[in-house]
């Protein structure tokens, strides 16, 4: 079997909430027709950031500006992250007060280059891709000084799509605008 493409299908429950997304992937044999089928390639909680009812005012609103984060993981380097959209802001922001201890790990696309906010390191994450998770599988997972070592194979068998989902991240602090 060969897999064409996958893509994340949500759902919604009664009260109109976003359930958990599954990875669904076009799989093609050469005696069958391509079909979509469960992958497990990952699995990702409803991003955070999708995660406010129809009607409900969000907090994305709000943010008029970035805010940048410390993150740290098993192997206490620290990595900075931009994020962009308000209600993610927020959620930050409640995981170092401790307001919250749901979804405290970070999922994010990288960009192969050096951001000015992250110095220290050759990639940075994607503020438009960045979401927080419970629990994921481990084709995301890898600390932040592995990818790092292994950049150059990001984007294929390493971090499929750039998608990195290190399962020991956690925020530390926030940090002022560079």
Known sequence: MVLRSCR???SRDLHGDLKQGEILCDARSPRRPPRLRPCALALVAAPHSQAATAGQPTARAAAEAPAYFVM???TREEF???LTKGDDIKHARDLINGDTTDKPHVFTRIVHR???YNPRW?????PDKT???NEALEVCDATIPYVEDNLDEAGGAFLPGNYWCDWTSRLVREIPAP
Do not use: H, L
């Open 8 to 10: 994340v299908a949500y």
């Open 72 to 74: 740290t993981d098993i």
């Open 80 to 82: 900075v992250i931009k």
């Open 114 to 116: 050096q951001a000015d």
């Open 122 to 126: 050759s990639y940075s994450n994607n």
């Open 131 to 133: 979401e927080f998770f």
